[in-house]
């Protein structure tokens, strides 16, 4: 069964601080890894998407990775800012079907 | 460029009242169009996709139904909401030819009482 687990579920940082989101997937066969923004109340948008050959990639403050040999994915959001509040989703593509994880929600105080 | 549109926003219906929520596409063609609901703590979970007119694919058995009357239209209908049908409603859209990126519309709030 396809499967996306995130962690941590929630978590709050300081204003201008940097923090870690982790993804684990055990989709097969694996097609590409998205992570998307969710802020409350509204659709997600897409942050990244990365294929099997990408190991990092960046969206402004955004940096997420891949290890496709540990099924592992991160995103790191640098220098936070209030408006870095929202949940964000790993999203593994397989056979063209998406698996969604339950997303971390970060909150982000002054 | 592309735009999608969904509504209403929030939605307040009684138990047994029908449901229908609209969703439109606008600057694409022959989209792939998804609707999915989202509980909660929970991933989103695909509950109806279609590749074209008046094809509709079901992931999961509900007591919802989904139409495409227009190649850019997609509908999320109920004849009888139970209170389990509560939830955030999303509609998606991809393109169909490479089915990459995955666009979201603003979601529809529905509570049923």
């Known amino acids: 069964k396809n499967q996306v687990e995130q962690s941590p579920q929630s978590l709050i940082i300081l204003e201008g601080k940097n923090c870690t989101l982790q993804?684990?997937?055990?989709?097969?066969?694996?097609?590409?890894l998205r992570w998307y923004k969710q802020d409350t109340g509204r659709g997600p948008v897409s942050l990244t998407i990365m294929t099997f050959s990408e190991n990092t990639k960046s969206n402004g403050r955004y940096t997420a990775t891949l290890d496709a040999d540990t099924k592992q994915s991160s995103l790191h959001i640098t220098a936070s800012q209030l408006s870095d509040s929202a949940s964000y989703i790993c999203?593994?593509?397989?056979?063209?079907?998406?698996?969604f994880g339950a997303g971390t929600t970060v909150t982000v105080r002054a | 460029s592309q735009t999608i549109h969904q509504w209403p926003a929030t939605l307040v219906q009684p138990v047994g009242s029908p449901l229908s929520l609209e969703c439109t596409v606008e600057?694409?063609?022959?989209?792939?169009l998804y609707w999915y609901r989202q509980a909660a703590g929970r991933g989103l979970q695909l509950l109806f996709y279609s590749v074209g007119i008046g094809q509709i694919s079901s992931e999961v058995p509900q007591n919802l139904s989904a139409s495409r009357p227009q190649d850019r239209q997609f509908i999320l209908s109920s004849k009888k909401l139970l209170l389990s049908d509560s939830g955030f409603y999303l509609c998606?859209?991809?393109?169909?030819?490479?089915?990459?990126?995955?666009?979201f519309g603003s979601g529809t709030q529905l509570s049923v009482l």
């Open positions: 600057g694409t063609s022959n989209p792939n």
């Open positions: 998606a859209w991809s393109d169909g030819n490479s089915n990459e990126k995955l666009f």
């Open positions: 993804c684990n997937y055990t989709v097969s066969p694996f097609s590409n």
């Open positions: 999203v593994a593509l397989s056979d063209y079907k998406l698996s």
